[in-house]
């Protein structure tokens, strides 16, 4: 395999002369210098050393290296690839399978945030198996994490993993907001929704998109008391569990999101209804279609990436 900057060719270390004989299958994160300065290239590494006790994360060997032309650290092989390659676009995941997959990753933000960081990139591509059931995900690619409360510029391209609060919406507003765990929690939202449907549930949260607007009118109905309305059509083949786990994690407002381990509580309950699977397109496009597959900017970086391949 040809290493390309962001690529993890898989590497097999040499055995070293000891007692017990041992060699490790790693992959090797290659940056370009002429896209990551070497300070940035210093800080995902430090941060990614940070991490090592959290087992949801996914681990770095203490040894960084450079070439004349990339940056590059030894990490943790994951066989079986990202999320986005795991699941059928417009289908989705098995719900057993989404909520393995959800219990991980709550723990991983958990962690995160119980160390004041703010992951900042959670989508699908930056969640990795390491079996093709989910029995272990770890999430990987810290390049944008960052202490809670740093000041990040608005968001202006359409991304449906952005917080709401995040996207530069109104002319004269603040430009540069203080990040906060909430961030994170709308992304881990949009990434189980992804997961249960195999799409996104609008293209971005912004008033200008239908599908967010009609998301928007049917929370606010919802947290208002009433009877409890109809869902927009791409929510309703989630179970009753998936949609209350989903409005407190998607709530509009970032301080009355619930943590990310809230997750945990709906574990037993039914989050894709009777069938197991969700298995209609949401609104933002299908995860992997071209219609899904949304850019953006991320806030205050000045990057752009795929949000699914």
Known sequence: VLPAPGAFPPLTLPCLPS????????????????RTPRWGFLREFCT????????????????????????GFAQELAPAGDLCGLLTPGVGLPEPQVKRCAAQVSSALSY??????????????????????????????FGLTRVLGWQVRPERGPAPYCAP????????????????????TWAFGVLLFALLTGAFPWASPARSD??????????????????PPRPPRTWRGLGQAGLEMLRGLLHPRPARRCPP?????????AWAGERGRVGDAGEGGRVGDAGGSCRGEWPGEGRTGELCR
């Open 19 to 34: 007692p017990v004989q041992v060699c490790a299958r790693v992959a090797l994160k290659l940056l370009s210098k002429e």
């Open 48 to 71: 990614h050393l940070c991490l090592r006790g959290a087992l949801t994360c996914l681990q770095v060997l203490p040894l960084a290296f450079e070439t004349p032309t990339e940056f």
């Open 112 to 141: 995160l945030h119980g160390h004041a960081l703010v992951h900042r990139d959670l989508k699908l591509d930056n969640v990795l198996a390491f079996d093709r059931r989910c029995h272990l995900v770890k999430v990987c690619d």
């Open 165 to 184: 609060e995040l996207l530069q919406v109104r002319a004269g507003e603040a430009q540069v907001r203080r990040l906060e765990p909430a961030a994170d």
């Open 210 to 227: 239908p599908a967010f607007r009609r998301f928007r009118a049917w929370h606010g109905r919802t947290c208002a008391g009433e009877a």
């Open 261 to 269: 381990g809230e997750v945990l509580r709906y574990l037993g309950g």
